[in-house]
């Protein structure tokens, strides 16, 4: 699973393995979504934040 943003406490995602289009590309309020997370990830930071420029 991939979160690809949020807004208005609405977490996007994608699910390549759902088994329906509407699951792989998703969106769940921030609560719910929180109680199918498995306490892992990681974060990524835009390149530009990387090469400190």
Do not use: Q, Y
């Not at 991939?2 to 509407?22: E, I, K, M, W, Y």
């Not at 699951?23 to 990830?41: D, I, K, N, Q, Y």
């Amino acid at each position: 699973m991939l979160v690809t943003g949020c807004a208005c406490s609405t977490v996007h995602f994608r699910n390549p393995s759902g088994h329906t289009v509407d699951v792989r590309r998703a969106t769940l309020p921030a609560e719910v979504f929180g109680s199918f997370f498995g306490g892992r990830g990681i974060a990524l930071a835009p390149l530009w934040r990387m090469s400190g420029t």
